[in-house]
């Protein structure tokens, strides 16, 4: 089993910057693929950036030139930059993980984005 902590969410205002952070932890061998999703409410799950183990990120296109993907494998943590945060980045954000076709999910950390 593989153990994903997310942290870093919370209340920011339009135009603010907020860093989600992910740690895993548990029978890791190979984490191929590490990445962010997020769920606003009534809406479905959506990816908002994945990376690999190499460093190669994939982004929505709705959200490039604002978040950021980045990885650190030796502390085997995921951080997602969030800037210039809009109000219809209001969601809750789960952090996920692939190991040999796995998927491994967080328990999601809010982000809301209001005055």
């Known amino acids: 089993q593989v153990q994903l902590v997310e942290s870093g969410g919370g209340l920011v205002q339009p135009g603010g910057s907020l860093r989600l952070s992910c740690a895993a932890s548990g029978m890791i061998f190979r984490l191929n693929r590490m990445g962010w999703y997020r769920q606003a409410p009534e809406k479905e799950r959506e990816l908002v950036a994945d990376i690999t183990d190499g460093g190669s990120a994939n982004y929505a296109d709705s959200l490039k030139g604002r978040f950021t993907i980045s990885r650190d494998n030796a502390k085997i943590t995921v951080y997602l930059q969030m800037n210039n945060l809009k109000p219809e980045d209001t969601a809750v954000y789960y952090c996920?993980?692939?190991?040999?076709?796995?998927?491994?999910w967080g328990q999601g950390t809010q982000v809301t984005v209001s005055s």
């Open positions: 996920n993980a692939v190991q040999y076709g796995h998927a491994y």
